[in-house]
């Protein structure tokens, strides 16, 4: 891969640096989460859940998901040095209790043993306040505590202990340590300009940063490539948004996917706008191959214009070697999903037009009007960008957030080395353990 287009290969090299760096802040933070535990441990037991109500933790929740600061940042490696300095104090100290339902729904309003270990659970990692005292009633306090423990974890912040809530519950200290670490070292290796404008994809967690002079000017939700087709891990530039784009099938997709499609639906390509070109750009009618052989044909497969094109109104071309962009998708459902990890590689990206004006902002003639004209035609539009915004694809399952907050992803790909990180959230929607 050539520095030419702009490509940088993503580095394994570990540039760990001291620890006497962490400074005096880093240092004091697990000794104060300490002292909340201990004050929590030994306060009164609280009455029942209807007695209990704190107005502000849906708010506090909120707050935890959403922030102006990049996940890529100069403060990136900073804070996750403090974080690490704080589990490692947790895990010093013993870790936290593991969380056992039984067969009780744990959620607002429910009075249960196991409530009480959750509540420490919570409190030792921040989640749950000194005020809300040992009592076995799952109360609002609790309630805002797993939301925002939920938000921390990339999972939705419903307030129920659900299957994969749990499981990111009872991960051990020493093993979200471990993961800090391999994260730090991930994190070393990014160059310390980004570019005044640039964009993160951050596989683990599913979203597009877009980024100006230091603060995320956009967030988008994102479909990642699945596990056995994964996103390939990369810093590079994007050169160009093209509006109406054709889409050309990877042999990989055709081979796997649309041929054996036309082994069932013959008129499969015609009502999806697909045509078929050989070498020298002749069309070659379908029904004239031999579906049913053992290679697939040596053809290209694209796809017009249009709204059942796979890329839907727009493509974003980055330099690399792999054949992978981000688009927009007609599935837009998919992004409703508890984990998208659903793509041949590519990265499909919510409300995608957004993205698109804004890496244009700098290209003369091109406001959200002409876009929009643009798509309306449905006619295919290259625009190069007068000059490339750095894009880094990368892999950060564990980072500090900035705010004292630490955030933490299922390991989809597994790079982690640790299989309790890997949740096996792509199996659907979270559901209640009962």
Request: aromatic share 8%.
């Amino acid at each position: 891969m050539s520095k030419k287009n702009g490509i940088e290969p993503f580095s394994r090299r570990s540039f760990l640096r001291s620890a006497a760096t962490f400074g005096a802040a880093a240092v004091a933070a697990p000794a104060l989460a300490q002292s909340a535990l201990n004050d929590l441990l030994s306060a009164p037991s609280r009455g029942n859940w209807d007695e209990q109500f704190d107005a502000k933790a849906a708010s506090r929740t909120a707050s935890i998901a959403v922030s102006n600061t990049p996940i890529l940042s100069p403060s990136s490696v900073p804070n996750i040095q403090q974080a690490i300095a704080q589990y490692q104090s947790i895990a010093a100290n013993g870790g936290w209790p593991q969380i056992n339902p039984g067969q009780t729904k744990l959620q607002l309003g429910v009075s249960d043993p196991a409530v009480q270990a959750l509540r420490q659970r919570l409190a030792i990692t921040g989640d749950l306040g000194r005020e809300a005292g040992m009592s076995p009633s799952f109360d609002s306090y609790v309630d805002g505590a797993v939301k925002r423990f939920q938000a921390r974890h990339g999972l939705p912040p419903d307030g129920v202990l659900g299957e994969y809530t749990v499981k990111a519950l009872n991960i051990p200290a020493e093993v979200r340590l471990q993961q800090l670490n391999t994260n730090l070292v991930r994190l070393q290796t990014f160059p310390a300009d980004l570019g005044r404008r640039h964009l993160m994809v951050n596989i683990p967690a599913t979203y597009v940063e877009a980024v100006q002079d230091g603060q995320v000017a956009l967030r988008h939700e994102a479909i990642v490539g699945r596990l056995s087709r994964p996103t390939h891990i990369i810093n590079s530039k994007i050169f160009e948004v093209i509006l109406n784009p054709y889409w050309t099938a990877p042999r990989s997709i055709v081979e796997k996917d649309i041929v054996p499609l036309m082994r069932k639906d013959p008129t499969y390509l015609t009502k999806n706008n697909i045509r078929l070109f050989d070498p020298k750009g002749t069309e070659v009618a379908p029904e004239s191959i031999d579906w049913n052989a053992d290679k697939a044909p040596n053809l290209m497969f694209r796809q017009d214009p249009g709204k059942n094109n796979a890329m839907a109104s727009t493509k974003i071309n980055f330099h690399n070697p792999n054949n992978e962009y981000m688009h927009d998708t007609p599935e837009q459902g998919l992004f409703n999903k508890l984990m998208r990890f659903d793509s041949s590689g590519c990265v499909r990206v919510q409300n995608v037009r957004d993205l698109a004006v804004w890496l244009l902002a700098e290209s003369p003639d091109w406001s959200r009007q002409r876009v929009e004209s643009v798509i309306a035609t449905r006619v295919n539009t290259p625009i190069e960008l007068p000059q490339e915004v750095p894009v880094y694809l990368a892999y950060i399952s564990a980072w500090g957030a900035g705010n004292g907050v630490v955030q933490f992803r299922d390991d989809i790909y597994q790079l982690d080395g640790n299989a309790q990180l890997a949740l096996d959230t792509t199996a659907g929607m979270e559901q209640p353990v009962q």
